[in-house]
């Protein structure tokens, strides 16, 4: 069975990686095990003087629970089979270090969008991960609201 990892930061446009995951579960009938995969950058110097380690540690993963809650219950109430995996670093490097430790066979992320000279001069996570992976990855890029509504007319509009 194919392993998915799904980054999941909390965003809407997380959620839209996870939404492009179950329809290939459901419509493609793809059988795959999801990996709702989240990554709590490192604590700075001062969180770590201030408030210890141990602290620390624990409020990362309180926080990284907290923001795949929506993403894990959408794919529960999608009935699919998954698994959460937490990491503590620089997003894109820990993320595919989880792709490979979780032995995934795909990667899936939501984007921003931006392109030119703006998406490359700020960097992405996405994009880092296209560079990075060791599996494909997907990049599912967030509908802006006029797209979906034109989608959604054009899905229930009758044939010519």
Same mark, same amino acid.
């Given at each position: 069975m194919l392993r998915i990892m799904i980054a999941v930061d909390g965003s809407a446009l997380s959620l839209d990686a996870v939404h492009h995951a179950l329809d290939? $579960? %459901? %419509? &493609? &009938?793809l059988q795959a095990t999801l990996v709702l995969g989240h990554v709590q950058e490192e604590a700075s110097l001062l969180e770590l003087a201030t408030q &210890? @380690?141990?602290a620390v540690a624990q409020a990362s993963i309180r926080a990284?629970?907290?923001?795949l809650q929506d993403a894990v219950a959408l794919v529960q *109430? *999608? &009935? $699919?089979?998954?698994?959460t995996e937490l990491g503590l670093g620089? $997003? @894109?490097a820990t993320l595919v270090d989880m792709v490979e430790r979780c032995g995934c066979d795909a990667l899936i992320v939501g984007a921003r969008g931006l392109g030119g000279l703006r998406g490359a001069f700020l960097g992405s996570v996405s994009q880092q991960l296209v560079h990075l992976s060791p599996v494909p990855v997907t990049v599912v890029k967030h509908a802006e609201p006029q797209e979906a509504e034109d989608a959604g007319a054009a899905e229930g509009a009758a044939p010519l």
């Open positions: 290939l $579960v %459901r %419509r &493609g &009938g &210890g @380690a141990d990284g629970t907290h923001l *109430a *999608a &009935g $699919v089979s998954y698994e620089p $997003v @894109a």
